[in-house]
T-cell receptor
């Protein structure tokens, strides 16, 4: 089954404790992206990747890191999480060129930073 | 930057009625996409309409695009309880191949 998976689905952590949210897709998509969703603000893009070893900042990259060492995986790293990073996070992938093709979304990771 | 704005923010209708949601945007686009999100879950792609298209259909969904007014509408005909969800429009800007700009969504409730 074609899908985007994220882990963990739920995470409660404390300020400053490094964490990684994994994302994997099995569709051989070139483009992958991370979003955060906050009430009333829609989706905001954090980082995106056009292909292996190619990443770039989205609209709200501060406090986040990403890497793309393999085509299928695109982990999101919070080196020192803060309470304002409490949010619902989505990973997405598409065939190529993020805005020209439909995006496939993972189920989301609900992160709470206390 | 928030380019797409959906209207209304919330909509509650009876099952069987038609639901119309609108999306307005500010700058020229390459395409516009509509997505559905069931409560707290991942978004699901519904329709992509390109800037040179005026209307597209998919089952009970009809999307129109008016580039002169910088607006799009999503019509769901003969609504069902399962259509209860939030609906988002996302615009692909002309000067960016890689980013979609998302609106805040319309929350649709279908009453049985």
């Amino acid at each position: 089954e074609a899908q985007v998976t994220q882990n963990p689905r739920y995470l409660i952590t404390v300020t400053g404790k490094k964490l990684t949210v994994t994302c994997s897709q099995n569709m051989n998509h070139e483009y992958m992206s991370w979003y955060r969703q906050d009430p009333g603000l829609g989706l905001r893009q954090i980082y995106y990747s056009m292909n292996v070893e190619v990443t770039d900042k989205g609209d709200v990259p501060e406090g986040y890191k990403v890497s793309r060492k393999e085509k299928r995986n695109f982990p999101l790293i919070l080196e020192s999480p803060s309470p304002n990073q409490t949010s619902l996070y989505f990973c997405a992938s598409s065939l190529a060129g993020g805005s020209s093709y439909e995006q496939y979304f993972g189920p989301g990771t609900r992160l709470t930073v206390t | 930057s928030q380019q797409g704005e959906e209207d209304p923010q919330a909509l509650s209708i009876q099952e069987g009625e038609n639901a119309t949601m609108n999306c307005s945007y500010k700058t020229s686009i390459n395409n516009l996409q509509w997505y559905r999100q069931n409560s707290g879950r991942g978004l699901v792609h519904l329709i992509l309409i390109r800037s040179n298209e005026r209307e597209k259909h998919s089952g009970r969904l009809r999307v129109t695009l008016d580039t002169s007014k910088k607006s799009s509408s999503l019509l769901i005909t003969a609504s069902r309880a399962a259509d209860t969800a939030s609906y988002f429009c996302a615009t692909a800007l002309m000067d960016s191949n890689y980013q979609l700009i998302w609106g805040a969504g319309t929350k649709l409730i279908i009453k049985p």
